[in-house]
């Protein structure tokens, strides 16, 4: 078991997949423990950007790509840009779910996982629905099937990303003209349904 | 050599991280950081599944889920916003209003 | 001729259905008049078919259409129409048609008015079925349905209350409705499993298709399905042990007791044993039928005394057909078919006269029906004693009227058998007969008033209704003067039914006959002496002898009805309440209470899972979808 993993460990392929998995395991574990939101925000864009190494290990260089530019480009600078309306310096103040119970569910659950995956796959009577072309880069490839076979979902994805473009921007930008994190004492006359409470502290 | 199982090894680990995420914070935030960890754990995968047995399918998966995780993120934040405005804080505890 | 088969079936049908337009109405005269009509179409193509039948002699088959066709068993909805089945429809539609145009006066102030005539001529229709059926499930199925319409109008008056039995000899009409129900349901399951006996063995249901194939069927075969299908016509014809229903029955309007004992009920189990003459004819059956035989001169003695002591008008007159149905089943029993039948129809006349006539009487007294409160009614109710005391005549059986020729001919056939102990029992019955029926007549209208110091003021019946009796009086008349007619009319059917009297008997007849009308004579003048006369010699009440032995017996009919009671009745409601309380109420009710409880108490234990806070539901959420994970993995690997 562990000759295994050091000889892996010698190619390039496995060095790789140890180093990611490292490191995104353990960044994606600041994620969910830091107390600070700016920093667990880091540490996931870190984290997605090392998730497209995966990917690029696994061939899927298209889909690599998209997950730099979707998720670091686009859903962590959304992170980024909500984070102005809230206070993100401050450290979050919670009481946390005992924390017994959440380990032994969240233990349990990759226990289960992992056995499940560890356990041999008959792949035999597997067949491949969308084989790879040989020869073909897999972007061109990836475009191959998307626009044919995958079409009509391909564009309702479309109409659905801007759905939900409209609707963020409906429900974020309403009464965009009040500030939420100043004190709000001056604007005494905004007496709409936002009920702005003052800082706690 | 790294085999399907590896990957799949570390998928699970990263889900099992994001549910702990979900079950352990109470930030609705944080929520959504964890469960776009879960998200990620998925797409590898599905991206791994893919290479091993030569199929696009894996792939095609794992765009639309990039695709659902984009719009969830975009109308997700809209609610945030909005819930924030209302009550002042992001905190599942005080938003405990479903009790009937 | 098939349209005329099917007006008469029908018309009776349509005039039920009419009816039940207007059920939930106000009375409505046209009602009735609209389905005495329709009643009287369909005797008038009764009619049309029997004068058919006579002159050409040629029998109709109709099939109307395939009821039930399942692989082999396939039976059709047909009907016949020959000398039996014509015989039984004119005279049913006959009685039905003056029960009608009866009833339009009698129910005149009731509030169900317009339902009592969709059940009527429902009754009439299903009873048309029964005779017209060319099969046994056919006439089962009639059967069922006179069944259901006795059910609906013996308890018509549902809303009566259940009066005490020692003030007045009356129950409830519910109960009397449930009773006649229940004793017919038993005896029908017997008439079916005749039924399944004979498509067993036969392999078919219509009659001539089974009778054709008696001779080869085995003695067994033939004596289960005679016993099981007499038992049928026991329950229906009221034969003991199955007879206390009939008596009961009287809660019902007195209309529907005249329909059901003359024409269209009780009648229908001597329909069942002349229909099926071939297979009681059979030598194979001869003890059953002999038991037949037995058992009607038995059932003709044992309601003629009970009648003795009655006090009720309605309840002697109910003995009287339970007698002459005796009369019937002997004749049947004895191999004379064609004299039980030709009784039927003559004893259907002059019974629905007595029975109307009773109902004048109860009319005129404000439903009081107990002799002894009656007496010289004549004068009220000139009309109705000329057609009391006629139809009682005719019952007595004193030539010319029909009474006696039917009765004397069934005489002289037990004679003819050499069963003289029949024969003598025939005779006597004959003899008390006369005694109760003029006893009855001589109570109500001749001797004292003692009804006007009760405060009853008496008054006639309504004309039309008088009037439409009249032709039953005629018919009580004339009927029997058209026997040795009839005999060759109906001789066509068959061999079976054919039955002549020996040389002996011939040379003998005029003799049993003047004894017979002696007896009955001096038993009309024994009732005179005892019970007409006025002044010092006027009746009195004889409480010392109502404490006697013999009457408190008779009265008590034999004391069969609390036997019933006590012995079957109490229990089986005694087990029945054993069954409520410990199965039903211990296993049934308190299984299905636990489940019920069951998700009771879950619901309450969980309900504390429902904070409101959704970090507590997706915590469950989680344990929910670790618990799937294991169960899908588990499952993996034991698949």
């Not at chain 3, 309380?581 to 009771?600: E, M, P």
């Not at chain 3, 806070?613 to 997706?618: M, Q």
Request: with cysteine; aromatic share 14%.
């Amino acid at each position: 078991m562990f000759e295994n993993f050091i000889t892996s460990l010698m190619t390039v392929e496995g060095f790789a997949f140890y180093l990611f998995s490292f490191l995104t395991i353990g960044l994606f574990s600041v994620t969910v423990m830091s107390k600070n939101i700016l920093y667990s925000m880091t540490s996931l864009a870190a984290a997605m950007v090392l998730v497209s190494g995966f990917f690029f290990l696994l061939g899927a260089d298209f889909l690599g790509v998209i997950q730099i530019i979707v998720y670091v480009g686009a859903v962590i600078a959304l992170y980024a840009f909500a984070m102005m309306f809230f206070d993100a310096t401050r450290d979050i103040k919670e009481k946390n779910t005992n924390s017994f119970v959440v380990f032994l569910l969240g233990g349990m659950s990759a226990l289960v996982l992992v056995l499940m995956f560890a356990a041999p796959i008959h792949s035999n009577d597997i067949q491949a629905l969308y084989p790879m072309t040989e020869g073909v880069g897999n972007a061109q490839d990836v475009g191959m099937v998307l626009f044919t076979k995958y079409l009509v979902p391909f564009e309702v994805a479309a109409v659905m990303l801007l759905v939900a473009m409209i609707a963020g921007i409906i429900l974020a930008g309403k009464k965009m003209n009040h500030s939420i994190t100043e004190n709000m004492e001056i604007d005494n006359d905004a007496k709409d349904e936002i009920m702005i409470q003052k800082d706690k502290e | 050599m790294i085999g399907l199982s590896h990957y799949l090894i570390v998928s699970a680990i990263i889900f099992s991280i994001g549910l702990i995420g979900v079950l352990r914070r109470r930030n609705l935030l944080m929520l959504f950081f964890a469960t776009e960890i879960m998200l990620n754990a998925v797409n590898i995968a599905f991206a791994a599944i893919s290479h091993y047995y030569n199929d696009l399918t894996g792939q095609m998966f794992a765009f639309f889920i990039i695709a659902i995780a984009a719009s969830e993120v975009a109308v997700g934040l809209g609610i945030l916003i909005v819930l924030y405005k209302k009550h002042g804080s992001l905190d599942l505890d005080d938003l405990a209003s479903m009790r009937g | 001729m098939e349209n005329l088969v099917y007006i008469a079936l029908f018309a009776p049908f349509a005039g039920s259905l009419f009816a039940s337009l207007f059920g939930m109405k106000e009375r409505e005269i046209f009602v009735g008049v609209v389905a005495s009509i329709l009643i009287f179409i369909s005797f008038l193509a009764s009619a049309l078919l029997a004068a058919n039948l006579y002159m050409t002699g040629e029998v109709i088959h109709v099939r109307m259409m395939d009821w039930i066709a399942v692989g082999d068993f396939n039976v059709g909805f047909g009907f016949v129409v020959d000398h039996i089945s014509v015989t039984m429809m004119s005279v049913v539609t006959l009685v039905s048609t003056v029960v009608h145009i009866y009833a339009i006066g009698y129910m005149d102030h009731d509030r169900s008015f317009n339902r009592f005539f969709s059940y009527l001529s429902a009754f009439v229709f299903s009873m048309m079925i029964l005779v017209m059926s060319d099969n046994f499930l056919g006439l089962f199925i009639g059967w069922e349905g006179v069944g259901v319409c006795s059910w609906l109008l013996v308890g018509f008056w549902y809303h009566k209350e259940d009066k005490p039995k020692e003030e007045n000899p009356s129950i409830s009409p519910s109960w009397a409705a449930n009773e006649a129900f229940i004793m017919n349901r038993i005896a029908d399951l017997g008439m079916l499993i005749g039924i399944f006996i004979l498509y067993w063995n036969t392999g078919s249901l219509r009659y001539d298709e089974v009778f054709a194939q008696l001779p080869y069927l085995s003695e067994t075969v033939l004596a289960g399905a005679a016993i099981a299908l007499f038992i049928g016509a026991m329950g229906k014809s009221a034969q003991f042990p199955l007879h206390t229903w009939l008596t009961d029955a009287m809660e019902g309007p007195t209309p529907v007791s005249a329909l059901i004992h003359a024409a269209t009920m009780v009648t229908a189990g001597v329909f069942l044993v002349v229909r099926s003459n071939p297979l009681y004819a059979m030598p194979e059956v001869s003890g059953v039928s002999m038991f037949i035989a037995s058992l009607g001169t038995f059932v003709a003695f044992y309601a003629a005394s009970m009648a003795l002591v009655e006090r009720d008008l309605k309840r002697i007159i109910a003995y009287s057909t339970l007698s002459q149905l005796g009369y019937m089943f002997a004749a049947a029993g004895l191999g004379a078919y064609w004299i039980a039948l030709f009784h039927l129809a003559a004893h259907a006349f002059f019974k629905a006269l007595l029975f109307l006539g009773g109902g004048n009487v109860m009319h005129a007294m404000n439903d009081e029906l107990d002799l002894f409160k009656m007496g010289n009614l004549k004068k009220e109710m000139r009309a109705t004693w000329l057609y009391m005391g006629f139809a009682s005549i005719a019952l007595a059986g004193l030539p010319p009227l029909a009474g006696f020729w039917s009765k004397d001919a069934i005489i002289e056939t037990a004679f003819n058998e050499q069963t003289y102990i029949l024969w003598f029992m025939l005779v006597v019955t004959a003899g008390m007969t006369a005694f109760y029926s003029f006893r009855q007549v001589f109570l109500s209208f001749h001797g004292e008033d003692r009804h006007t110091p009760l405060g009853f003021h008496p008054h006639e019946m309504y004309t039309f209704a008088l009037v439409a009796m009249f032709p039953l009086a005629v018919l009580a008349l004339i009927t029997g003067w058209f026997m040795s007619a009839y005999k060759v009319f109906i001789y066509h059917i068959g061999e079976s039914v054919q039955y002549e009297m020996s040389e002996h008997t011939h040379h003998l007849a005029i003799y049993l006959g003047l004894l017979v009308i002696f007896i009955v004579l001096a038993s009309i003048a024994y009732a005179y002496m005892k019970y007409a006369r006025t002044g010092d010699k006027a009746w009195k009440r004889d409480e010392a002898k109502e404490q006697g032995f013999f009457y408190k017996l008779l009265k008590n009919q034999y004391y069969v009805p609390k036997f019933y009671e006590e012995f079957i009745t109490k229990p089986y409601s005694m087990i029945s309440e054993k069954f409520w309380t410990g199965v039903d109420l211990k296993i049934v009710d308190a299984t299905v209470d636990n489940i019920a409880k069951f998700f009771y108490t879950t619901g309450d234990k969980t309900r504390s899972m429902q904070t409101g806070n959704l970090s507590n539901y997706l915590n469950w959420m989680a344990v929910g979808g670790v618990i799937l994970l294991a169960v899908a993995a588990v499952s993996a690997i034991f698949m």
